[in-house]
């Protein structure tokens, strides 16, 4: 770690001389610490799932929800720092209400997540504020349909069939290459939101690591026909197979170690 | 003396004060800079709005019409604004500050919806609506900038599980009672609402409700009456619905109506003797 930056690092208006931003990519590693947030984009809806790690046992139940709305049918999950996601979905409801009061619409996911996106970009580029340290997924229905996009801190986003951020990211996108392969198979369909939640759920068992990790909560929200297309959380009866159903999942892929 | 100048030469006799001017004001003296103004008579209106409690829960009556002055201009205007799951809304007055005074409330409600992952509180009451309405109402008015409406607030108490019925207007007055209406409704219909209320439930109010057919045909009733009536009303009219389950709005309906009486109305229009 002692070459890192060498003077480069100190400041988000200073270029190393291979062309990095140093702060942004810290802010990268933030992302990385976080517990793992998925979206999964499925046949009627989409679906969000947060690994929400427990810090303290005296945390009430339910408290601190890293999943938020920014309208009716617009979710936003963050893996990061906490209260930079708040923050960044606060930005998000004035952009859904700015959008709603100049076309009299609903605002399509994309526009809101470009809107987003170039808010994200702002904190790349003067010296006197730090970047967001928080990747965020944002899910919606609009009539274009189920999308699904991550805003990273450098700025950029990207649309996604299905993704992960935080930690254990990438074990979690390998599973969900795996689940989203299927829709592309011969004659293959994706998901429905349903089968969405249970994928989901399962793959937040299998990335968290019951050794090194505190206990967590799972926080699921979708936007689904069983939502009339709201953003809402998953209903207690299904949320709580799913975990049941992601446990039992983990116990099995053991015994086969 | 060329032609510009003697054009200004003429006395104007725009500003000379007119004795037998049917206006309701007289005409204000022109100025290049005029005063500012606020809304001072609505333009597209709705008429009468009714609304009445029964067994389990509080119904409200409108009809279709948007009027511009005497002109029935729009006819397919829906009056009744559902605003949450148990409350609802039935506007008289200017269209525009309905259409305006909705879409702010609406806002208002789907703002506190996306908070409410992270910030929760029970739904708003019926009378939480109706008390930002009369706030919201007073501070126009004391603004000399009124919104021209007369509404009826009807709802569904959850935690309290009693109806909610009240009034406010475009001065900010409220008030309260088992059967309202507004305008001319107020001096036609209220008298039948009360009379078939009271007859049910006595003056106190304290005997049983009118069922909710009953409720209904009352309200059909009395739209008839109004139609007969009131010039500015139109025989085509939506009942909403509020309990427990929630607000319902009827599609739009119409009262079997006779006129053979009008051939021997006699005083005025075509007639000779």
Redesign the interface.
């Known amino acids: 770690m002692s070459s890192i930056g060498t003077g480069y690092d100190l400041s988000v208006s200073t270029y190393s001389p291979d062309g990095r931003l140093f702060q942004v990519e810290y802010a990268g590693k933030a992302v990385e610490a976080a517990g793992v947030a998925i979206g999964l984009r499925c046949s009627d809806g989409v679906v969000l799932g947060v690994e929400r790690i427990l810090h303290s046992k005296l945390l009430v139940k339910g408290a601190n929800r890293r999943i938020q709305s920014l309208d009716d049918s617009i979710g936003l999950a963050s893996a990061g720092l906490l209260a930079d996601g708040v923050h960044l979905a606060d930005r998000g409801r004035d952009e859904v209400w700015n959008f709603r009061e100049t076309y009299n619409a609903p605002i399509p996911t994309q526009i809101l997540a470009d809107r987003l996106s170039m808010y994200v970009q702002a904190y790349t580029a003067y010296s006197s504020v730090r970047p967001f340290g928080v990747s965020s997924l944002v899910a919606g229905v609009d009539k274009t349909g189920p999308r699904l996009f991550c805003i990273e801190p450098s700025g950029v986003f990207y649309g996604y069939r299905g993704y992960a951020v935080g930690k254990g990211a990438v074990l979690a996108r390998t599973e969900l290459e795996k689940a989203v392969g299927k829709e592309t198979e011969e004659g293959g369909v994706a998901l429905t939101c349903r089968e969405g939640v249970l994928e989901v759920a399962r793959i937040i068992h299998l990335v968290h690591d019951d050794n090194k990790d505190k206990e967590f909560e799972l926080e699921m929200t979708w936007i689904s026909p069983e939502s009339n297309m709201k953003h809402a959380v998953v209903p207690a009866d299904l949320l709580a197979e799913a975990d049941a159903k992601g446990k039992a999942a983990l116990e099995e892929g053991m015994e086969e170690d | 003396m060329n032609q510009l100048h003697s054009f200004q030469a003429v006395p104007s006799t725009r500003n000379a004060f007119d004795a037998y001017s049917t206006l309701p004001e007289p005409p204000r003296p022109q100025s290049t800079h005029a005063p500012r103004a606020h809304t001072q008579q609505p333009i597209v209106t709705g008429t009468s709005v009714l609304g009445i409690k029964y067994e389990g829960g509080v119904m409200l009556a409108a009809d279709n019409l948007a009027s511009y002055g005497s002109l029935a201009r729009f006819k397919d205007i829906q009056r009744l604004h559902p605003l949450g799951d148990n409350t609802c809304l039935a506007v008289a007055g200017d269209m525009s500050d309905f259409q305006y005074m909705t879409k702010l409330l609406d ?1 208002t409600l ?2 506190d ?6 910030d929760t509180h029970p739904p708003f009451s019926p009378q939480n609506i109706y008390t930002y309405l009369s706030n919201l109402y007073y501070a126009r008015r004391s603004k000399v900038n009124p919104l021209w409406n007369a509404i009826l607030v009807g709802g569904w108490d959850k935690e309290k599980k009693e109806s909610f019925l009240a009034y406010v207007d475009l001065l900010g007055t409220t008030y309260s009672a088992p059967t309202l209406a507004t305008g001319i409704g107020a001096h036609i219909a209220q008298p039948l609402l009360r009379e078939a209320y009271e007859a049910k439930a006595g003056v106190d109010g304290k005997g049983p409700l009118l069922t909710g057919q009953e409720a209904e045909e009352l309200l059909d009733t009395c739209m008839k009456v109004l139609f007969y009536r009131d010039a500015r009303s139109l025989n085509k009219y939506q009942i909403a619905t509020i309990s427990n389950d929630g607000v319902k709005i009827s599609d739009s309906k119409s009262s079997e109506t006779e006129w053979g009486f009008a051939e021997g109305l006699r005083g005025y229009g075509p007639q000779t003797q």
């Open positions: 806002a789907r703002a919806r996306s908070v409410s992952l992270t």
